[in-house]
């Protein structure tokens, strides 16, 4: 792979890396913090994914300006505006799960997965 | 033959349905609840037989209610091999009331709502089958009387119950799966699900698919008719209250699975078909040796009600014979067998459960000498057996006269050595208790004392009516006319 | 225009703002408040359904934006019907909410009330959207409702709800990530826009890749075997007023959204020529049939057979969806409703034992039969039902099934579908032998007494609900699901 094809490639690069690195700390790691760290990792990736595809080279602000007749001369908004509600679904999510994580430490003192689910077989 | 719009069919299938209902209501006071079951029984075949009249003048009552399935409508239909299995069942279940009523009492069981209840619902189903007009409503009903008699078969709760009650479900549903695989089969090749006289199958259907769906059918329907080796949850049903295996596991679901095959191979593939799935000579061998395997097995147990069992287990294959031989005598005696055999073998449950009621007693080899005590039942005992082995002139006989006849018009004389070998065998399994019951000497009975007369009064009938099928074929409800007509229609041969 | 295809929603939306609210001025308010929101949203439904039948599809346009530019929501047969099910089965869950919430979790009386409505809101907006991002809005509303709800239940029910957190949301991403690339290629986010530019491009990488993330996602949220981790303990340890909610519609709307991008969005041939995803998901649903039934036999807790149980049963809308025919598509359409009552009943019958006993475990249910009869009568109905014993409604689902992978001409399908009606026969008669069979053991003095009615006649309904789903069941199959089957597969 030449450089150029690296630069025009990088965004999906970097994307697929952070997908996979969000995925291993979602399932491979125990503590459920780390977890939770993952998930948001994975989910920026899906943000940054979305923000690329709207580039449009040498394109503006999607602001409608007479000077700029085409809609090819701006950047696409869209992605934005869908992000932006997905930025505050996975807030929406963290906060849920940090939630959850308090609640779990006060009840088990512990936000180890394995030691939590031998405590959860204890109690049942 | 003439479709008559009629709500009788579905009244009949309700009637019970309904008591079920009311029996729950009045579970608290016994004597009103059992008059509903009373009331039921006989409204029930009441409305049977005044179907009776209709399907001799050739008519076909019938109702087609809703459609259950696109193009497959919930519909009954009163035929004559319909009505012949649905008389015998209702009739018979007047009888088995009184005696039930006779035989919880005296015992004092519990969950004698749920009983008696379970009992109305089965009789239900029965009669739902009888009158199917298609394999959906059939398969419905069938599994239906699946369900309801299950809590007939755990009813003591005892472990040995519970047990009986599990492989008793592992046989039924899994025959219950096989039926409706069958079914849904024969949905996808065939233009409809009704039956019809000579069959529904088109007749380019390949014979391995036949016979693959013969087997399914077979699976399906004879796990209830106790076809080896599928047999062995009867035996274990046993250890239900006697007038369940009395009107139940006699008359009501065995002959449900017998009647099934009847439905099928007549009704759904016709004699060409079957004659050309190649499997008319396994499926009688298979009926041949469970009609000697049960009858040895039938000396083998001292326990007379699992002794009573296998013998049903070995008439029942009789019927099967009948049925698969396809040939016109081999039905008449096939499909008569089921009334008499019913008759006959009530009457032996009714025995034992009178033997029961009264002494507690389950096992051959305690009832030396009861014949003094209980002198009526056990008389009544011997003449039914008589029967069963075939003497005349008691009804047994008449039917496996024809069955005879059926076996050499199909060329297959050792089928008449089965038949033969297998009449010695109920006689060396029936006689001893008779003659242990007469003639052995025990300090025990002595004295004159016979189970309540609710009791009593039931099984003398059926006694009664074993004898009498065997003179007088057609004094009762033309049963016999009714088998006659429906092999005639069935596999389309003139009167003889 | 009309406004039905929002106004299913909407009412519920509106009453999860204003339970909280209802709440402040007086507790009593709130079921009302709910019970109205959800009441309006299933007549909504009704109607809509109705409307569709006669007339076709409705389309809204949201804030009168036109398609493909504005969000379209859409009522055809096969959403009016999800729609149906969704809103009918939540307001008897929101029924059943009421006195099950106010004795296990009454602290939480009001929240839980607002918050299970966000999430009938939710899925109800899954089904009647029309425009892929739109739906991961609800379907994400949806997810952190359930999160949120199945947290307030036992002590061990936030470790639950948070693995279940984590793979709903992997779900959740897979979803938006693969909508992502559906949208790149496409340029549009409208579903029939959407499924109008696609079919030139099918052998696209991106589209496959899209395809692959969005079955993926959706299994997960379905929990369709072996992506089912979440489920068993989501639904063992939620509140059971919250399983009763949960448990019958929340996967089947999952299930939904697969049958809507794999049969609508895309043509049901893309799934099968170009990505094998319909077979594989055939194939999982038969394994997962087997596995959760024989999971369930071992189960010695009632919440956690009748999960199990759910993750066999979700597999049967799979396997229907899978086999990619019309009957086989009919049979799980039609599975999804009698699973939701089915499923329903049970979690209510469980939920009305912990009330009156506390105790849910299989072998504490002793005698309860003649304590508690008219509940119980209504589990004999329901599992019998599960069973698929005639004229229950489990058994045409079964049926149509049968008829499907008889017509693909599968003998392991026909087999996973047999042999999984004995399964079920297995766990659910040993609960039954327990109930009637068995006498009580030393506790059987004790007077137990039936559940008060406000749980009982949800419970009681939805098991004659259960009869007349059976009976009916052509009507519902002629009159929607076939034109939906065959509509879906003929294009």
Request: proline residues 5%; glycine residues 10%; positive net charge.
């Amino acid at each position: 792979m030449n450089l150029a094809g690296f630069s025009a490639n990088f965004t999906y690069v970097v994307t697929t890396l952070l997908l996979v690195i969000g995925l291993y700390g979602m399932i491979g790691k125990r503590n459920l913090i780390k977890k939770l760290i993952g998930l948001s990792v994975f989910q920026t990736a899906i943000f940054l994914f979305y923000i690329h595809g709207a580039v449009q080279p040498g394109g503006t602000v999607p602001v409608w300006d007479a000077r700029f007749a085409t809609a090819a001369q701006y950047i696409n908004p869209l992605p934005h505006v869908l992000i932006l509600t997905a930025i505050v679904v996975s807030v929406a999510t963290t906060g849920v799960a940090l939630a959850l994580t308090v609640a779990i430490y006060r009840r088990y003192g512990t936000l180890d997965e394995t030691a939590l689910l031998q405590r959860m077989k204890r109690d049942s | 033959m003439e479709f008559v719009l009629a709500s009788r069919p579905l009244l009949a299938v309700l009637v019970s349905l309904l008591a079920a209902i009311l029996i729950v209501v009045c579970g608290r006071w016994p004597n009103l609840r059992e008059g509903w079951t009373l009331l039921a029984a006989v409204t029930k075949f009441g409305l049977v037989f005044s179907l009776l009249g209709d399907v001799l003048g050739g008519r076909t009552p019938g109702v087609t209610l809703f459609e259950v399935s696109p193009g497959i409508a919930l519909a009954l239909r009163v035929d004559a091999l319909g009505i012949s299995f649905a008389l015998s069942a209702s009739l018979l279940w007047i009888l088995t009331s009184v005696y039930s009523i006779g035989y919880m009492r005296s015992l004092g069981e519990e969950h004698q709502t749920r009983y008696f209840a379970s009992f109305a619902i089965c009789l239900s189903s029965t009669i739902g089958i009888a009158f199917a007009a298609n394999l959906l409503t059939f398969i419905i009903f069938y599994e239906m009387l699946t369900i309801a008699t299950y809590p007939l078969v755990v009813h003591k709760g005892t472990p040995e119950a519970l047990a009986s009650g599990q492989k008793y479900l592992v046989y039924l549903l899994t025959g219950g799966g096989a039926l409706l695989l069958a079914v849904a089969w024969v949905r996808n090749i065939a233009p409809t699900l009704d039956f019809q006289p000579g069959g529904i199958l088109p007749a380019a259907t390949g014979a391995t698919e036949l016979a693959l769906l013969l087997i399914l059918f077979v699976v399906g329907v004879g796990v209830k008719a106790g076809l080896m080796p599928l047999h062995s949850w009867l035996p274990a049903a046993m250890v239900a209250p006697t007038p369940v295996s009395a009107l139940l596991h006699a008359v009501a679901v065995v002959k449900a699975g017998v009647f099934g095959l009847a439905r099928v191979t007549g009704f759904v593939f016709g004699a060409d078909m079957l004659q050309r799935s190649g499997a008319i000579n396994p499926v009688a061998a298979l009926a041949a040796a469970t009609i000697l395997l049960a009858s040895l097995l039938a000396m083998a147990q001292d326990n007379l009600k699992r002794r009573l069992a296998y013998s049903t287990i070995g008439h029942l294959s009789y019927i099967v014979l009948g049925i698969v031989l396809v040939t016109p005598d081999a039905w008449r005696g096939g499909l008569f067998h089921i009334v008499t055999h019913a008759a006959m073998k009530i009457t032996l449950f009714f025995c034992a459960g009178a033997i029961y009621a009264k002494t507690h007693r389950e096992n051959i080899s305690e009832l030396d000498g009861i014949g003094k005590q209980m002198p009526v039942t056990l008389g009544a005992f011997g003449v039914a057996s008589l029967g069963l082995a075939g003497v005349p002139p008691l009804g047994g006989f008449l039917s496996k006269w024809f069955l005879a006849g059926g076996t050499l018009a199909a060329e297959q004389p050792a089928l008449l050595a089965v038949l033969i070998i297998s009449g010695l065998l109920n006689a060396a399994y029936l006689f001893p208790i008779v003659y242990r019951a007469f003639f052995r000497h025990s300090d025990q009975f002595t004295k004159f004392a016979e189970a309540s007369p609710l009791m009593v009064v039931p099984l003398c009938l059926t006694t009664l009516l074993s004898v009498g099928l065997g003179i007088f074929p057609d004094a009762f409800f033309k049963w016999f006319s009714l088998a006659n007509e429906t092999a005639i229609s069935v596999l389309q041969v003139a009167v003889k | 225009m009309t406004h039905i295809p929002v106004l299913i929603p909407a009412p519920l939306l509106l009453a999860a703002f204003l339970v909280p609210l209802a709440g402040m001025l007086h507790q009593g308010l709130v079921p009302a408040v709910a019970l109205a929101g959800s009441a309006a949203a299933a007549a909504f439904a009704v109607l809509g359904l109705r409307k569709v039948i006669a007339e076709g599809p409705l389309h809204y346009e949201l804030g009168n934006w036109p398609p493909p530019v504005g969000i379209e929501y859409i009522l055809d047969p096969l959403s009016a019907f999800m729609a149906v099910v969704v809103t009918v089965t939540g307001f008897l869950s929101l029924v059943y909410f009421r006195p099950s919430a106010r004795h296990e979790i009454p602290d939480r009386f009001v929240t839980g009330h607002a918050v299970a409505l966000l999430l009938l809101a939710g899925l109800s907006g899954m089904v009647v959207t029309g425009d892929l991002f739109n739906l991961f809005v609800f379907l994400e509303i949806a997810s952190l409702s359930a999160y949120a709800l199945v947290a307030i239940g036992d002590k061990q029910a936030p470790v639950a709800a948070f693995r279940y957190l984590i793979l709903g949301s992997l779900g959740g991403s897979f979803y938006v990530l693969g909508v992502g690339f559906l949208y790149f290629a496409t340029g549009s986010l409208n579903m029939a826009d959407v499924a109008e530019r696609l079919a030139p491009i099918y052998h696209s990488r991106a589209v496959i890749a899209a395809a692959v993330l969005i079955a993926v996602a959706m299994a997960l949220k379905m929990a369709l075997f072996p992506l089912h981790l979440w489920l068993p303990d989501a639904y063992t340890y939620a509140p059971s007023a919250v399983a009763g909610l949960i448990a019958p519609i929340m996967t089947k709307v999952a299930a939904y959204v697969l049958i809507r991008v794999f049969l609508g969005v895309f043509q049901p041939s893309f799934a099968i020529d170009h990505i094998p995803l319909l077979p594989a998901i055939s194939w999982l649903a038969a394994g997962g049939i087997i596995f959760g039934s024989v999971m369930a036999i071992a189960q010695q807790d009632l919440r956690r057979m009748l999960a199990y149980s759910s993750v066999s049963q979700i597999a049967y809308v799979g396997l229907g969806l899978g086999m990619a025919n019309p009957l086989g598509l009919v049979g799980a359409l039609l599975h999804v409703a009698n699973h939701a009552f089915m499923k329903a009943c049970l979690f209510f019958v469980a939920g009305s034992l912990r009330y009156r006993t506390g105790s849910v475990g299989i072998s504490d249910l002793a005698g309860m039969g003649r304590k508690m009869p008219w509940t119980f009568a209504a589990f004999t109905v329901a599992a019998l039902s599960m069973i698929g014993i005639p004229p229950a409604a489990g058994f045409f689902s079964k049926w149509y099934l049968l008829l499907g992978a008889l017509e693909v001409g599968n003998g392991w399908f026909v087999a996973a579908i047999l042999l999984s009606s004995l399964l079920n026969a297995a766990y659910f008669f040993r609960v039954l032998e327990n109930l009637y069979a068995k006498a009580g053991g030393k506790e059987d003095e004790s007077r137990v007494a039936e559940a008060p009615a406000s749980m009982l006649m949800p419970t009681l309904l939805l098991a004659v609900g259960i009869l007349v789903l059976g009976l009916l069941n052509s009507l519902i199959v002629t009159e929607m699901l076939m034109p939906v089957a065959s509509g879906m597969y003929r294009r």
